[in-house]
Nanobody, 124 residues
Framework: QVQLVESGGGLVQAGDSLRLSCAAS????????MGWFRQAPGKEREFVAA????????GYADSVKGRFTISRENAKNTVYLQMNSLKPEDTAVYYC?????????????????WGQGTQVTVSS
């Protein structure tokens, strides 16, 4: 059983930065793509960013492109989400997810393990 534990969320002001971390248990971390999704109150969960297991490819939602950066340290079984220039509309619970495939996907159905989520609140 794979466990994902997110950390790094909090309350910040617009324009600030945060870095989320997600530590994964289990083996062969580099064999799987990792993704970040978020869910704002009253909204569907949406894709934020993802990276392939090989660290060669990454994708971002248009709403965060240029502000957020996903990275991973396979030796530490950890994936990060660096969030800069935060906006109030970035307020959400952020979830880390592990894909069943090595190449990333924007679709939730490609991910089979999920963390419990970490709250990010951006005040204006």
């Amino acid at each position: 059983q794979v466990q994902l534990v997110e950390s790094g969320g909090g309350l910040v002001q617009a324009g600030d930065s945060l870095r989320l971390s997600c530590a994964a248990s289990g083996r062969a971390f580099s064999a799987y793509a990792m993704g970040w999704f978020r869910q704002a109150p009253g909204k569907e969960r949406e894709f934020v960013a993802a990276m392939s297991g090989t660290n060669t490819n990454a994708g971002y939602a248009d709403s965060v492109k240029g502000r957020f950066t996903i990275s991973r340290e396979n030796a530490k079984n950890t994936v990060y989400l660096q969030m800069n220039s935060l906006k109030p509309e970035d307020t959400a619970v952020y979830y880390c997810a592990r894909s069943s495939r090595i190449y990333y996907s924007n679709y939730e159905r490609a991910y089979d393990y999920w963390g419990q989520g970490t709250q990010v609140t951006v005040s204006s």
